[in-house]
Each structure stands twice: as structure tokens, then as C-alpha cells.
């Protein structure tokens, strides 16, 4: 089946830092790629979509020069957290589709991100 | 915009018993709902869904059930077990590119 990749799993920066995370598709085309950030014991929140070669369109109070996403290839989209500061800590996880497929939403494994 | 509201939030059941979780949706238009199960720290795994064309559908000990007219959609898990532990969400979408919107989540917790 389809499977997204996602690095880095933990990541721990300073504040002020940036951090920047991946997610590849492996064995599919991601047209489609959402990214969602989730609070400890929350839903998942969507912050962006992005389609292959486009600009990334934001959810209402996501801060897109903060959280800039690049999708540049079908198989590899990334988000990089900007001056990051400890409220940015969150689990962020990525969810790829491919259009007109049967695979659904693949998610990425998440990855933990602690600003200290 | 999509709203999904989910029930219980937390729900202990002893093993072996069923449990019930409830989804509302608001956007009429929305035709595809999945069920996620997510484990601590880890990535939503997909356990069942269902297309608005359809009532009901059951994979072994999971079924979900979705009434259009009153734009709710359940998950039914018999036979629990402890690994059934989790939590879990709801989502809705309108199929073909469209994005996710997740409910709130339940916290099941199986009493061995």
C-alpha cells in the first residue's frame, strides 16, 4: 500500500530557531499533501494544503511566513517551522493523496517537535 | 466550512463488551466518512469507512452506520479487547481531493 515517510520523528531546537520537516511519498505521486499540527490530547488541526508545483493554501489563523511549505515534486513536500518559540511545540503529522487514487489519506508518522 | 462534533470524548468499556462513538457533521455535501484509530505518539490508522451511498458497513468486529438525513455517522466496536485502547476520530469530507475534518477524538479505554 501507499506509505508516506516523515523525518525527523523528535526534533528539540532553541527558540528563535527554524526546523524543518519532510514527508516522502514512497511509492505513489502525492498531488495532494495536508498538513495538520495536534495539541497533546487534541484533534488534528489543518494548517495547510499544498498541491504538487503550487502555493500552499492556509487554514484561517495559520501564519503562512511562519509555517512555509514548500511542494515542489510529487514526492516530497516539506514544512519548515520559522523563529520557532515554545508554543510551536506540537506533534505535526502530514496526510498525502494522489489524484484519482483508491489509497485515500496516507498519513506520514509524525514527528515531535519541543522548542526550548 | 465542515464542522464535526464527536461523543464521547472518554469511554471505558469492559472487555468484551461493545462501544458506541457518535459523529454529527454539518455540510450536507460531505460524502465520505472514515474512522481513524491513533495510538500515542503515533501516526491515525485508518480502521473502517463509508461513502454516502451507503448505510452501513462491517469488517469483523467493526461496523459504522450513517444516517444522511440526520447527518450523523457511529462507530460500532463488538467484542472489545484491550488492544482496541485508543483513541479515536471521526472525519468527513467531500470525496476527490478535499480535505479532512476530524471530530474531537474519544478516549477508549478497554477494562480488562
Known amino acids: 500500500g501507499a506509505v508516506v515517510s516523515q523525518h525527523p520523528s523528535r526534533v528539540i531546537c532553541k527558540s528563535g530557531t527554524s526546523v524543518k520537516i519532510e514527508c516522502r511519498s514512497l511509492?505513489?505521486?502525492?498531488?495532494?499533501m495536508f498538513w495538520y499540527r495536534q495539541f497533546p490530547k487534541q484533534s488534528l488541526m489543518l494548517m495547510a494544503t499544498s498541491n504538487e508545483g503550487s502555493k500552499a493554501t492556509y487554514e484561517q489563523g495559520v501564519e503562512k511566513d511562519k509555517f512555509l511549505i514548500n511542494h515542489a515534486s510529487l514526492t516530497l513536500s516539506t514544512l519548515t517551522v520559522t523563529s520557532a518559540h515554545p508554543e510551536d511545540s506540537s506533534f505535526y503529522i502530514c496526510?498525502?493523496?494522489?489524484?484519482?487514487?483508491?489509497?485515500?489519506?496516507?498519513f506520514g508518522s509524525g514527528t515531535r517537535l519541543t522548542v526550548v | 466550512g465542515e464542522n464535526v462534533e464527536q461523543h464521547p470524548s472518554t469511554l471505558s468499556v469492559q472487555e468484551g463488551d461493545s462501544a458506541v462513538i457518535k459523529c454529527t457533521y454539518s455540510d450536507s455535501a460531505s460524502n465520505y466518512f472514515p474512522w481513524y484509530k491513533q495510538e500515542l505518539g503515533k501516526r491515525p490508522q485508518l480502521i473502517i469507512d463509508i461513502r454516502s451511498n451507503v448505510g452501513e458497513k462491517k469488517d469483523q468486529r467493526i461496523a459504522v452506520t450513517l444516517n444522511k438525513t440526520a447527518k450523523h455517522f457511529s462507530l460500532h466496536i463488538t467484542e472489545t479487547q484491550p488492544e482496541d485502547s485508543a483513541v479515536y476520530f471521526c472525519?468527513?469530507?467531500?470525496?476527490?481531493?478535499?480535505?479532512?475534518?476530524f471530530g474531537t477524538g474519544t478516549r477508549l479505554t478497554i477494562i480488562p
Open positions: 511509492d505513489f505521486q502525492a498531488t495532494t
Open positions: 496526510s498525502a493523496r494522489s489524484r484519482g487514487d483508491n489509497y485515500g489519506y496516507t
Open positions: 472525519a468527513a469530507t467531500k470525496w476527490g481531493n478535499e480535505k479532512l475534518t
